[in-house]
């Protein structure tokens, strides 16, 4: 059983930045595949960006891209979102997602979840 705890959320101004942490235990972290999703108030869970057990290749989506990056350090357990340039909508609670497979970008894939951390962004 993994646990994934995730930290680094709160309120920021639109056109700045946050780094989300995401701390893993009780499991082997390099065997997973890790990815954040994100959910918004009163929409569903989307996914945001993954990445795979060696952090050698990324996937984000469209949404995002060029203004959110994902980076993983094996030997402490962790993995990061750096977002900048935020936007109103990138307002949601963000999720860490660990999954066996290499680059999880549906949550039927996810096999561990963390607890999220509220990223709101102010106009």
């Known amino acids: 059983q993994v646990q994934l705890v995730e930290s680094g959320g709160g309120l920021v101004q639109a056109g700045g930045s946050l780094r989300l942490s995401c701390a893993a235990s009780?499991?082997?972290?390099?065997?997973?595949?890790m990815s954040w999703f994100r959910q918004a108030p009163g929409k569903e869970r989307d996914f945001v960006v993954a990445?795979?057990?060696?952090?050698?290749?990324?996937y984000t989506a469209n949404s995002v891209k060029g203004r959110f990056t994902v980076s993983r350090d094996n030997a402490k357990n962790t993995v990061y979102l750096q977002m900048n340039s935020l936007k109103p909508e990138d307002t949601a609670v963000y999720y860490c997602?660990?999954?066996?497979?290499?680059?999880?970008?549906?949550?039927?894939?996810?096999?561990?979840w963390g607890k999220g951390t509220l990223v709101t962004v102010s106009s």
């Open positions: 009780g499991g082997i972290f390099s065997s997973y595949g």
């Open positions: 997602a660990a999954s066996r497979t290499q680059l999880a970008t549906s949550y039927l894939d996810i096999v561990f």
């Open positions: 990445i795979t057990r060696s952090g050698e290749s990324t």
